[in-house]
């Protein structure tokens, strides 16, 4: 679900993973029609980013 919402509107995603400031230069991309295709770009991989960082974190959790 939030792979589809990174790629329709891209900004929003990044409010569901707590970066409300990359959030709202996302959104200023968006704005204009050329921007929106990196910001999707953009929105895709900081979702992998996030997935993995909780990925990690919950490997780091189960150690200790």
Do not use: H
């Not at 891209?10 to 968006?30: D, M, S, Y």
Request: hydrophobic share 60%; proline share 5%.
């Amino acid at each position: 679900m939030r792979l589809l919402l990174a790629i329709i509107i891209p900004w929003l995603q990044f409010f569901t993973i707590g970066r409300p400031v990359a959030g709202i230069i996302c959104l200023v991309l968006q704005i204009t029609l050329i921007g929106w295709i990196p910001a999707a770009i953009w929105s895709v991989y900081a979702l992998s980013q996030y997935k993995t960082d909780q990925k990690i974190e919950a490997a780091l959790g189960a150690r200790r």
